[in-house]
């Protein structure tokens, strides 16, 4: 099964696969790790639509990362909190509704569920994680989830990655995972990971989930500081429509299974975050490839001396409908560039700002440069498209990616009624 | 050619037309103006593209507010930097070409257009205000501009308002006008308004424009603060894409010519305030449904005790191409309301949000509220929608009007290209 051929999943001209990183398509998880996915009858397609992922080793760490939305699903509260963050072994997951904007009575259901998990694997509840994705204000079956979750236990298997990735899924047109083996100085070790999300996304709005599974050993604090950075520099940075979610959740589970420890400081620590980087930055931009009837992935990068300003004119780029209607298109609209800046920066004016295109220096010093208008538009008609905006000062850098706007957007959103 | 019949202009139910408010659409422009509008080549179709408004009265005073972006337009800057904002007199203003991102060159054509106006007109350059809209980071040809106002100079008239609001147009569907009679208690006004704007529009990003006249004789002071308190009840609340552009003006010119003083603080001013408010919030609005495609213009009203919270919350909304798409596809989804909500007031979870859509309520306390969604599906497929958000604490109320977002939109925006 495992294959060493071609690149599979470090797809973008964006990330670099470390030379260390191998891909393992198609390999066992991780030692120490388990999973399952069912058909429950939460989607009414009848696809599969609960997960279970169990790490077998009693003295495993974690990590987790949550929406920041003020309007919280039942289940990101369950997680917070009922488990200790940093001693995760389970995490139960539904797909097919996002038991949130449900009251008193989905946090019964979450709560429930979270119970039920604990249970059938032999943990605590404070060692397990529920997550859920799919319509909003819809009650939650707690039979169903209950009752999928019995069925994934007793189908728990190394090899139960494919339909946990199936359970998770809603709207994705193509599956989020890797699996890859990673060559540090102390021994080898497996990471794996399943991500879902496209964009907030139909009939109700969606959700971005990502579990990250690893056999080495890593401390708490290690767990806590490498997943708090790589999702800083990943799933922090990405844009589909610039919609947060009531329920995103980015899990990272340590078994210490491969006996390989990756202490804190050290290179071992340098080169594992450095792959959970790698990783996790693919899956963020296979988020925007993803989303909802994406051509075309952009990346923009705006550096300057401003520490607020900076990072507010990246995402005012990158959620720009005209810019993102624009990289639909094809069309190398750098005014629009330059008036989402202006947006971001009130008060400002004149603000000489630098704008370039896939390298084609297009505007400087808040002036028009000339350029070659078609060489520019073709280059701007691949896959992924690079901008780049300078303003004044130095010392600051902002990266976000985002998805393109399209018709197939509008048809999404616009077309199913809930 | 007076016709005090239907209702043309106050179409909006969001909008109530004063008692003492009577359309008089086809009169001329109020006493003391006049206008015209010409092509002077520099839209590629060949139509009305420069226009110059004059008011006679040497002793008029103005008023004007303009976008706050940190990307100014020229025209914009020469208008701030050289013009006396409290006795502007001419409004030379172009469309087909915004003059922006056009650095120091752009500056002098900005520079001798205003110059050229107040030669024609016999004014200084202090008392004309320039104004831009159309493709931006391409030259402005002065010497089109200039040719333009001189032959418009030549056909100014009291009946020229239909070639000027020609010559503002850009992509609007549909003229934004209005021709007002004003009867306050010591004595009748007249006021009139021309506006342009479909939102940040193709083929590179339009403008918002705003020119008002009146003959009531106000103070500068007066002037200042009833222009900055509408605008700010009208302009500032309405979102057809969430893009704030280089180049919006607005301005007000009272020429007194009538003899009716609006004295500070009588009850002229209350009303002549009231009507100035009704007259600019029509326009808004007219400026959502004339937005890029749209169908249906909603009306966000969000209330609650967060001084900084309740319009972060409007806006937030207004902004979701989650809400503009539902909107636009006639789908009381709530979900996406609450999701916005979360987004915009992050860190406050659990939040008891209230949101009714069209006097439904659908969510309370966070929680989903059973009603008969075929009737709530019914209510929002007509032209205005509206919604009603309710934080918690009292004594904050915020007010958004938005353009929903559909094919069109992205038609408009992607397949134009520059």
Same mark, same amino acid.
């Given at each position: ?32 790790? $388990?999973? %399952?996915?069912? #058909? !429950?009858?939460?989607?009414? /397609? +009848?696809? =599969?639509?609960?997960?279970? *992922?169990?790490?077998? @080793? $009693?003295? %495993?760490?974690? #990590? !987790?990362?949550?929406?920041? /939305? +003020?309007? =919280?699903?039942?289940?990101? *509260?369950?997680?917070? @909190?009922?488990?200790?963050?940093? #001693? ?331």
């Amino acid at each position: 099964m495992v294959n060493d051929g071609e690149a599979s999943f470090f797809r973008s001209r964006w990330v670099e696969r470390p030379a260390y990183v191998r891909e393992v398509p198609g390999a066992p998880l991780p030692a120490g790790f $388990r999973a %399952a996915g069912v #058909a !429950a009858g939460i989607k009414p /397609s +009848g696809g =599969l639509d609960v997960g279970l *992922l169990l790490c077998d @080793e $009693r003295d %495993a760490v974690s #990590a !987790a990362a949550f929406t920041r /939305s +003020g309007v =919280l699903a039942a289940p990101v *509260l369950a997680t917070q @909190e009922v488990a200790d963050l940093s #001693a995760l072994r389970v995490v139960a997951v539904n797909s097919g509704n996002a038991n949130a904007a449900t009251g008193p009575d989905g946090m019964e259901v979450a709560l429930a569920t979270q119970a039920a998990a604990a249970e059938l694997c032999g943990v605590g509840v404070a060692e397990v994680a529920v997550a859920s994705t799919g319509v909003i204000g819809v009650p939650l079956d707690p039979a169903k989830v209950i009752g999928g979750l019995t069925a994934a236990h007793a189908a728990l298997s190394a090899d139960g990655e494919d339909d946990f990735v199936g359970a998770i899924m809603t709207t994705d047109l193509f599956e989020k995972r890797a699996s890859l083996e990673v060559t540090l100085p102390s021994g080898t070790v497996r990471l794996s990971a399943q991500c879902k999300g496209a964009g907030m996304i139909s009939p109700a709005f969606a959700t971005m989930l990502c579990f990250v599974e690893t056999d080495a050993k890593l401390d708490a604090e290690t767990a806590r500081l490498l997943l708090a950075v790589c999702v800083r520099r990943s799933f922090d940075q990405v844009s589909v429509d610039g919609q947060l979610s009531t329920n995103d959740t980015a899990i990272l589970i340590a078994s210490g299974a491969s006996g390989v420890h990756v202490a804190p400081e050290s290179q071992d620590e340098a080169l594992f975050g450095q792959a959970l980087d790698a990783l996790l930055r693919q899956l963020a931009i296979d988020l925007c490839r993803d989303g909802e009837g994406a051509r075309r992935v952009g990346r923009i990068t705006v550096h300057g001396g401003d520490a607020r300003g900076v990072p507010n004119v990246a995402r005012a780029i990158a959620n720009s409908p005209l810019v993102k209607t624009a990289l639909y298109g094809g069309d190398p609209n750098w005014g629009r560039i330059a008036q989402a800046v202006g947006m971001a920066v009130p008060h400002s004016a004149p603000l000489p700002v630098d704008i370039s295109i896939e390298g084609v220096d297009v505007c400087s010093g808040g002036s028009f440069v000339p350029h070659d208008e078609a060489a520019l538009a073709e280059a701007v008609s691949g896959p992924e498209v690079d901008y780049v905006v300078g303003l004044p000062g130095d010392g600051e850098e902002a990266q976000v990616y985002f998805s393109d706007l399209g018709h197939e957007y509008v048809t999404i959103n616009a077309e199913y009624t809930t």
